[in-house]
C-alpha cells in the first residue's frame, strides 16, 4: 500500500477542525457513469443551465473547459497555446504520479474528507499554464453533481509555471431536483516565480447538500493571486479554510468572499502565511444573512518584517433570525510588519434605505439595490470578460431583504 | 381651475426624538410657483422639507398635508415620490456599489442618464458610487442630476448653493428654472418648488414668486424675495421680521 493510502486510511474517522461533522457513510459511493463528450454544444440542455447559473457561460469563447458530471470527466480540453487541461487521473499516468504535487499541499490525512477522496479513484481537473503562456478567455470548469444523495469526490491540481498568467472559473453546482448529496473537492495551486492566476470559485448547491472543499495555495518570488469565492444559495453546509503559503519575495494574494445566506451554514474562512519579506495579502468578505447562518474566519500569518496583511469582514443581517460570526485573527510573529482587520456586523442603514424611497423605489426594492451595491465587491485582478459575468451573477440571484 | 393648491399644509405640528420642532405651519403653493424658505440655523426649514418627503424619524403630532388634494400626512416616503414629490438632500448618504448612473435609471427607468449628467457638467461622475467621496458641490450636482431624470412636480432643494463654486451655481440655478418650468410660458406651468437658501447667490440665477421667512417652528412673514432677502441682509432675522411683518 502507498504511503499516502496508509495515512488516509489512519484518518478515516478523523472529524475536521471547523464545521458539522458529516456521516460519510449516509451517502452513496457508486456514480453512474457517463459517456464522455466530444463538442461542447453537445453539452446536456441542464448541465449547461445548471452551469450558467454558476456563471460558467458554455456559449462564449473559451479558453478552455473541463466539466465533470458526477464521478466522469466528460469534457477536457484546452483550446489555449500552451495551456494544458486534462482530467487528473490521464495526467497521473502521464507525468508518472504528479510526484512534486499529489497531496503535497493539503495533507492527505487532514481529516476524514482528504482521506475519503485518497482513498477512491481521482477524478478532478489538472490545469498547467506552461512557463510564460498565456490565458486570453478564462478556462471554465464546471462540477456538476447531478445523482441524488452521491458523495462527489474532486482533485484538482493547478499549476501555473514560471511567467504565465492563468484565469480560471469553476462553477460548482446541483441541478434543481438534487436536494441531497455530499461534494468533497481537494484542490492544490502552485503559482511559480512571477505567474499570475486568477481563480474564481461559484457554488449554487441544493439545500441539503454538504460541501467540503480542501484547498492549499503555494506562492513562488513575484507571485500574484486573485483568489474569489462566492456562494449566494443555501447549502445545508458547507466549511472551507483554505490555506495560502506565500514563500518567495514579493508575492501577493487577494482573497475575496461574498456570501449570502438565506438557510443553512456557512463556515468559510482562510488562512495566509506571509513568509518572505515585500508579501502582501488582503482578504475581504462580505456577507448577508437573511436566516442563515454565516461564519467567517480570516487568518493572516506573517512571519518576516516587511510584510503586509490586511483583513476585512462586513456582514449584514437582514431578518430577526440569522447569525454572522466575524473571526479575524492576526498572528504576528516578529517586529518590523504591519498587519489590520476591520469588521462589521450589522443592519441596512436607514439613512441609504430613506434616499432610496425618496427616490420612488419601494422598501423592498431599496434593500435589494443597497444588498447587490454591498455584495459587488470590486475584485482586482480578474479580465473584463469575467468581471462581467460575475456581475451578472450576483444582479441575477433574487436577492430579498428581511421583510 | 383647480381648487387645491399643488401642495396645502395645515396648521403642521412635528416633532423629532420627542421635542416639537414645527409649531403650526400654514403654507399653500400653488402649480407654477417657486417659493424660497429663509430663517436662520435651527428654525425649522430641513425639517419642514423632510416632512413632506415623507422621512419616517419626523413625526407629525398634529395638522396635515395635502399634495394635489389628496391627504398624504401618513403616506410611506416611496409613495409621495411615485405621486410627484422630490427632494435633493443636503448630506445624503454615500451607498457602497451603486453607481450614480444606475441611480438615475432607477429614479426613472426612461431617464438617459448621460443626458442628465451632462446637462449638470457632471458625467464624469457617471461610473462612481453614488456619493462616495463626493465634495460638498459635487453632491448638489449629483442630487440635482437625479432629480432631471425624475421629473417631480414639486421639488424641494435643501441649500443647493452651499458649498457651490459661482460656475457650478449657474448650472444648477438652470436646472432648477427647467425643474419648476421657469423655462416655458407662465400659463403652461405646472410644476413647483421650495428652496432653502441662507445666502440667496442662487436668488440670482433662479426666479422665485414668493419667500417665507421660518423663526421657531412657523412661518412669520411671507413675501417678497427681494425684498426680504435685502431686509435679512441689512438688519438680521430678528429686524427682518419686526420690520415687515405686523402680523
Known amino acids: 500500500m502507498s504511503d499516502i493510502a496508509e495515512r488516509a486510511k489512519k484518518a478515516l474517522g478523523k472529524k475536521a477542525t471547523y464545521g458539522p461533522d458529516v456521516d460519510l457513510e449516509k451517502y452513496d459511493v457508486e456514480a453512474k457513469p457517463h459517456e464522455e463528450i466530444q463538442r461542447l454544444e453537445e453539452v446536456p440542455e441542464d448541465v449547461r443551465k445548471a452551469a450558467l447559473n454558476v456563471g460558467v457561460s458554455l456559449e462564449k469563447e473559451v479558453g478552455g473547459a473541463y466539466i465533470q458530471m458526477d464521478q466522469t470527466p466528460v469534457v477536457a480540453r484546452s483550446s489555449t497555446e500552451g495551456i494544458e487541461v486534462l482530467d487528473i487521473a490521464t495526467a497521473l499516468k502521464k507525468y508518472d504520479g504528479l510526484k512534486d504535487y499529489w497531496w503535497k499541499l493539503v495533507p492527505v490525512d487532514q481529516d476524514k474528507y482528504t482521506a475519503d477522496v485518497a482513498l477512491h479513484p481521482p477524478a478532478g481537473y489538472f490545469l498547467r499554464a506552461k512557463s510564460g503562456a498565456k490565458t486570453i478567455f478564462p478556462l471554465k470548469s464546471c462540477l456538476y453533481l447531478g445523482q441524488t444523495n452521491l458523495n462527489q469526490r474532486v482533485h484538482n491540481i493547478i499549476i501555473a509555471e514560471e511567467g504565465s498568467e ?3 472559473i469553476t462553477g460548482c453546482t446541483t441541478p434543481s431536483h438534487v436536494q441531497k448529496g455530499l461534494h468533497i473537492g481537494v484542490s492544490e495551486f502552485f503559482i511559480k516565480k512571477g505567474a499570475h492566476v486568477s481563480f474564481t470559485m461559484i457554488h449554487s448547491w441544493g439545500r441539503e447538500v454538504d460541501v467540503r472543499p480542501r484547498t492549499g495555495i503555494y506562492m513562488e518570488e513575484g507571485a500574484t493571486l486573485s483568489n474569489n469565492y462566492i456562494c449566494l444559495t443555501p447549502a445545508k453546509t458547507l466549511q472551507t479554510y483554505p490555506k495560502a503559503i506565500l514563500d518567495g519575495p514579493g508575492a501577493v494574494a487577494s482573497f475575496n468572499t461574498v456570501l449570502y445566506a438565506k438557510e443553512g451554514h456557512l463556515d468559510t474562512g482562510s488562512e495566509i502565511v506571509l513568509r518572505a519579506p515585500r508579501c502582501s495579502a488582503d482578504s475581504i468578505t462580505r456577507a448577508v444573512s437573511v436566516g442563515g447562518e454565516i461564519i467567517t474566519r480570516g487568518k493572516m500569518v506573517g512571519e518576516v518584517p516587511d510584510v503586509k496583511a490586511h483583513l476585512e469582514c462586513v456582514g449584514l443581517i437582514l431578518s430577526e433570525k440569522g447569525r454572522i460570526d466575524s473571526i479575524p485573527e492576526l498572528d504576528g510573529r516578529c517586529g518590523g510588519l504591519d498587519m489590520s482587520h476591520e469588521a462589521a456586523v450589522g443592519k441596512i442603514s436607514e439613512l441609504e434605505l430613506e434616499y432610496l424611497m425618496a427616490r420612488g423605489l419601494t422598501k423592498d426594492q431599496a434593500t435589494g439595490v443597497i444588498v447587490r451595491g454591498f455584495l459587488d465587491v470590486e ?15 450576483t444582479q441575477l440571484q433574487e436577492l430579498h431583504g428581511g421583510s | 381651475m383647480e381648487v387645491f393648491g399643488l401642495l396645502e399644509i395645515e396648521d403642521l405640528h412635528v416633532s423629532i426624538g420627542g421635542r416639537m420642532v414645527l409649531k403650526g405651519i400654514n403654507l399653500k403653493i400653488d402649480r407654477g410657483e417657486n417659493h424660497a424658505l429663509f430663517g436662520p440655523n435651527g428654525c425649522g426649514k430641513t425639517t419642514l422639507l423632510n416632512t413632506i418627503a415623507g422621512v419616517p424619524r419626523y413625526v407629525v403630532e398634529s395638522g396635515r398635508i395635502l399634495f ?9 416616503m416611496d409613495e ?15 451607498i457602497r456599489g451603486l453607481k450614480l448612473k444606475d441611480l438615475i435609471k432607477l429614479c426613472n427607468p426612461e431617464a438617459k442618464p448621460e443626458k442628465v449628467l451632462m446637462e449638470m457638467n457632471f458625467l464624469e461622475f457617471a461610473d462612481r458610487e453614488v456619493n462616495r467621496g463626493f465634495s460638498g458641490g459635487e453632491i448638489k450636482r449629483s442630487e440635482m442630476a437625479q432629480l432631471l431624470a425624475q421629473r417631480p412636480e414639486l421639488v424641494m432643494l435643501d441649500e443647493p448653493d452651499s458649498g457651490v463654486d459661482l460656475e457650478n451655481i449657474k448650472l444648477i440655478g438652470r436646472a432648477i428654472n427647467k425643474l419648476t418650468e421657469k ?12 428652496i432653502i437658501t441662507h445666502f440667496g447667490h442662487i436668488l440670482d440665477y433662479i426666479s422665485v414668486d414668493k419667500a417665507h421667512v421660518m423663526m421657531e417652528g412657523t412661518i412669520v412673514c411671507t413675501g417678497s424675495p427681494r425684498e426680504i432677502l435685502e431686509q435679512i441682509k441689512t438688519r438680521g432675522y430678528e429686524g427682518c421680521v419686526r420690520c415687515l411683518c405686523p402680523t
Open chain 1, 166 to 168: 492563468l484565469h480560471v
Open chain 2, 183 to 194: 423655462d416655458t410660458k407662465p400659463s403652461k406651468r405646472t410644476r413647483s418648488g421650495i
Open chain 2, 68 to 76: 394635489k388634494g389628496k391627504d398624504i400626512t401618513h403616506l410611506p
Open chain 2, 80 to 94: 409621495r415620490a411615485r405621486m410627484g414629490i422630490g427632494i435633493a438632500f443636503q448630506s445624503p448618504p454615500a
Open chain 1, 379 to 393: 475584485i482586482k485582478g480578474l479580465p473584463e470578460s469575467l468581471r462581467d459575468e460575475l456581475r451578472k451573477i
